[in-house]
């Protein structure tokens, strides 16, 4: 289903799934009564074993560094991920990629005492892994190392986040790697859509949508790289996640010697300027002429995730689009055969409000048609046309399948480490999961109403147009705006 | 002094995780059902849950010629159901399945014989009616919705040149429930709403290969790369085949390739495996036996002349580099693992090194050993990406200096040594998911013949020797036994 074959490199991608069911299953009611049921209906199941869900600790340190902590024993290995209070909204604008190039020069460029190139020599030899990053709205550093090296591992961890040495020649390698793949961009179709989406729905300068250009990462220096590390990375603006074959009293031991003399600092974010829902409808098309399947987007601005609207929305959504038995995946995919990919997410973000979108792809002959089929669906959800056993069943896939959230220690500390850096409660999953046990029919369909507005969609082709199977006014929202996706050369 | 100390720890860690993995080798139950369909147990982990891998021996090497992609579309069709999951009315939906089929071929000959333009048509028409009331007994997805109500998670398969995958995870009191749907896939399929599944297998095409320069590219250096075994060939089929397959082919297919003897099942995680067995006994025995289909016999003949492909394209350049090397058992096989991983795997490796970091030529390298697959002699498979502005022609002549380089004057210990050390630890790491041992447990007892094979890996690594890594150097990596294929960008209505 994500099913397929191929590459190595193409190994990883099984398509994940947030797709979708249908309605108007049940038996054919002249056979019920004459034949037994299916096995599989008469099975009943045991409870489920108790289990204890183990609980990180959780210690500040003096610094102001907090740290969380799980110990794991069942291999000889040591998992660290640190979240940085920084992101790439907060770099200037006419520096777009400056986040993202200090991350990687902090990791290549190597320390005051051990310059990159040995960092990789040192770290390859201990089968370790140290990367750091900087994402939209957070940070991370990362350390994986065999529990044997972890006081190593940590030294090189607390070098890398305090003493970065920038030098101008890792510098120079970042940013042609950077533009580099800004020439490219243009060559994924489905990389097209996503981008070009999100400036459509944030507005296309917003630091939630903008996105580098070869000017950007021209302007960018040695100097701006030392000032914004300068200014993010404090450790009272940090959170370390651990989870491994440790001894929790002896590993803060270790992160307080490591981590010695450093000093907290306030750390001043620039304000983000707000976020305006774009008007729709409206209907954007991006020419792409080497392709034979158009990437479709349809949508609208999200909300965040501790709207109240966001626990029934979930269940609205799981019977729109949940796994493989949602409902575009059943029409649009195994009905119809329009598409291998199709879903659609309820954009629900921590932060800020997110992108509340569907997305498929079709060959360019059934554009317009897998348009309208995936519309259909959303239109049959919000008049209300599913019933208690679409909800239960939705309900049961959510919540039999909770215990997913624990079968790792890794996943338990990065949660943690989310709810603790967006300041939401720790027992937020716990919340969730009744909200959706309490989550009735009407109030998914009141949520759907305040959040879901086909009426006022943003549309978004990427495909070659002269072979759809209808004109783009045929959605009857006027001609569409065409975007010029060249890329403006230095 | 320095790397006297490092190669004192790497050895330190060998000692170590030596002690860790033997003792799951000697956890994992091993049986055969009457019907020879072969299966792994491993109890491990605290939380209540399982997951399971279903390996099929048979891919797209086993499609016969005007068949490519059968594989893979069958791996789709293993998710529409049984007789009793996923139809309204079984003994009508399978009259109707019957008549669409009959249709269905009097159609496709009608095409193929060239008939006139209205019996063709008229044909058609006649399909599509039957198709739609065919569909109409279909409870579409009946059988992924019960696993996901039922808390499923990670849900899928896929299919490579030489096996076919399947797996999902669930909560472990749903045990017998998985038995019975895992056994009733494979004793009982239904191969409902086959002519849309081709469309959607069709979309997937598009998506991953004539849409992606990636994979135009790709499609074009493996054909390139074997003229006469099937590893050349697309393992999601060409268009043509795709296009026509019927649903009488996808029967035969299944019947020849799904045997009990031809599965091999592996669960992992919160299970008492003397339950395990019990509930395999009672359902998975419902799979008939099958054939012991035959080996591909064909063999690829040594290449004896470089062969070079140029895609021509509108995207941004990329170079596929591979030499013909030898299949996962060989003797060799470990040394052309340490070459692949001291080339190209890692910031130290050598093009890493000099394409990336000394020349800034190249925004990244990565070298694979074993592809498509390790069941018949493969490649090793060099894949660079050229920074802006440079061509992937430019890339070329550094790589063969770096080969040279080995060639003529070998690699270190120490290089041999960081290989052992990292692909011990990855191999610790491989077993720590559910989901990774359960595959790593069903690849060795396919493709070596024993799962025992797996916990023997770390010895055949660690004996790999610097001398090793020189000879397979110059006896594989040879200008003559060499395929190059690259994209050259030209502007949009160019070539």
Known sequence: ?490 | MKNFWKVAISFFIVVLIGASYTEYESRVVEFTLSNGLKMLVLDRGEAPVFTFRTYADVGGVDEAMGETGLAHLFEHMAFKGTSTIGTRNYREEKKAIRAMEEAYQAYRDAVQRKADPDTVQHLQEEFLKLRAKADSYAVTNEFDRIIEENGGVSLNAFTTSESTQYFYALPSNRLELWAVLESERFADPVLREFYRERDVVLEERRLRTESSPFGRLAEEFDAAAFKAHPYGRPVIGHRADISTVSLTQAQAFFKKYYGAKNLVIVVVGDVDPDEVKRLAEKYFTRIPPGEDPPPVVTQEPPQNAERRVILFDVAQPQLFIGYHTVEFVHPDRPAIQALASILGSGRTSRLYQRLVKQEKIATGVSVFSGTPGNKYPGLLEISATPVKGKTAEALEPLIYLEIQKIQDEGVTPEEVKRFQTRAKASFIRGLSSNFGLSGQLAFFEVITGSWHNLFREPEKIMQVTPADVQRVARQYLKESNRTVAFIRTVPKGGK
């Open chain 1, 1 to 490: 289903m994500g099913r397929k074959g191929f590459h190595p490199a193409f190994f990883t991608l099984c398509l994940g799934a947030f797709f979708l069911l249908l309605a108007g299953r049940g038996d054919d009611s002249e056979m019920v009564g004459r034949k037994p049921p299916p096995l599989w209906k008469t099975l009943k199941y045991p409870p489920l074993p108790a289990f204890d869900i183990p609980h990180p600790r959780r210690i500040p340190l003096s610094n102001g560094m907090l740290l969380l902590l799980l110990e794991d024993h069942e291999f000889p290995t040591v998992d660290i991920e640190v979240r940085i209070r920084t992101g790439s909204i907060y770099e200037p604008a006419d520096k777009v990629g400056l986040a993202g190039i200090t991350a990687t020069v902090m990791r290549t460029g190597g320390t005051k005492s051990i310059s990159g190139d040995e960092l990789d020599e040192d770290l390859e030899s201990i089968a370790a892994s140290l990367e750091v990053g900087i994402g939209q709205e957070s940070g991370f550093a990362s350390l994986s190392v065999m529990k044997e090296n972890l006081g190593e591992g940590l030294k090189y961890l607390s070098d890398v986040l305090r003493n970065p040495a920038f030098p101008e020649d890792k510098i120079a390698l970042a940013k042609i790697q950077a533009k580099s793949s800004i020439s490219r961009r243009n060559d994924s179709p489905s990389g097209i859509a996503f981008r070009e989406f999100a400036k459509l729905i944030y507005g296309k300068n917003h630091p939630l949508a903008r996105h580098t250009e070869y000017q950007t990462i021209d302007s960018i220096t040695r100097d701006d790289l030392i000032a914004f590390h300068r200014r993010y990375f404090k450790p009272n603006a940090m959170i370390l996640g651990a989870w491994g074959d440790f001894d929790t009293d002896d590993l803060v031991k270790k992160i307080e010697e490591a981590f010695a003399g450093w000093e907290p600092g306030d750390v001043n974010f620039p304000p983000i300027p707000p976020i305006v829902a774009p008007s729709g409808p409206a209907v954007y098309h991006v020419e792409k002429e080497d392709v034979n399947q158009s990437n479709l987007r349809m949508g609208n601005l999200g909300f965040r995730m501790d709207d109240p609207d966001y626990f029934p929305l979930s269940v609205w959504y799981e019977i729109l689009s949940g796994g493989f038995a949602g409902r575009l995946f059943a029409t649009v995919r195994a009905k119809k055969g329009l598409a291998y990919s199709v879903g659609a997410g309820m954009g629900a973000s921590y932060l800020y409000p997110g992108i509340l979108a569907a997305s498929a792809g079709t060959k360019s002959e059934s554009t317009l048609e897998a348009i309208s089929s995936i519309l259909e669906e959303f239109q049959k959800m919000l008049n209300g046309e599913f019933n208690e056993e679409d909800i239960r069943y939705a309900k049961e896939s959510l919540l039999n399948s909770f215990i997913f959230n624990f079968d790792t220690t890794g996943e338990i500390i990065q949660r943690q480490l989310t709810y603790e850096y967006y300041g939401y409660p720790a027992d937020f999953l716990e919340r969730y999961r009744e909200g959706i046990v309490k989550a009735t029919k009407a109030e998914m369909l009141s949520a759907a109403r305040r959040k879901v507005h086909p009426e006022s969609f943003i549309f978004l082709t990427v495909g070659k147009s002269t072979d759809f199977d209808k004109p783009l006014e045929s959605l009857g929202y006027g001609p569409p705006t065409m975007l010029d996706i060249s890329i403006p050369q230095d």
